[in-house]
């Protein structure tokens, strides 16, 4: 979708009439999509609050650097929980964050998908493993933001039904 969009754009400002992408211009327009683009610290100082999370990426990609150098020290766990009242930017910050991992290579892909807690769920008995492995695999290499992901987790006991549960378990 993002390559459709800045092949519009260079289309219309350039006055041409075409809706084809041609192999030779994919390089093209990404590098033109890159140009002026702001680095994810950068993006990340211009918010208001943001310096204790700026440090904590900071450590975390410290501790990343530190587990390439020396393999007995383990991979350390990047998962994060993002908490905060409606609209405040969680996936905002999220999307920065996983900007910043792109740029300093511990994310290979550094693609963002979203998804809400539901979205994990299937609609009938069977359907939910292999529907959140596939999301999980698409997004390997990049950042899986799963909004609401409460909404999976019901304290109700484990029951056949509870897709939820499936899903994280899955």
Do not use: W
Not at 7 to 18: G, S, Y
Request: charged letters at 25%; glycine letters at 10%.
């Amino acid at each position: 979708r993002e390559m459709i969009y800045r092949k519009q754009l260079h289309n219309a400002l350039n006055d041409i009439d075409d809706t084809v992408i041609k192999c030779d211009e994919i390089l093209g327009l990404a590098e033109t999509y890159n140009k002026n683009q702001k680095s994810g610290i950068e993006i990340l100082d211009e918010f208001i609050g943001m310096k204790d999370i700026r440090t904590r990426v900071e450590e975390i990609i410290a501790q990343i650097t530190m587990s390439a150098q020396n393999k007995s020290l383990g991979h350390p766990c990047i998962h994060m929980r993002f908490i905060g009242n409606p609209g405040t930017g969680k996936t905002t910050v999220a999307r920065v964050i996983g900007q910043i991992l792109k740029e300093r290579g511990i994310l290979r892909n550094g693609n963002f998908f979203e998804h809400s807690g539901r979205d994990f769920c299937g609609t009938y008995v069977g359907q939910t493993a292999p529907k959140t492995s596939g999301i999980c695999r698409d997004a390997y290499g990049s950042v899986l933001f799963i909004d609401e992901a409460y909404s999976l987790y019901r304290d109700a006991g484990y029951s056949t039904n509870d897709y939820g549960r499936e899903a994280i378990d899955t």
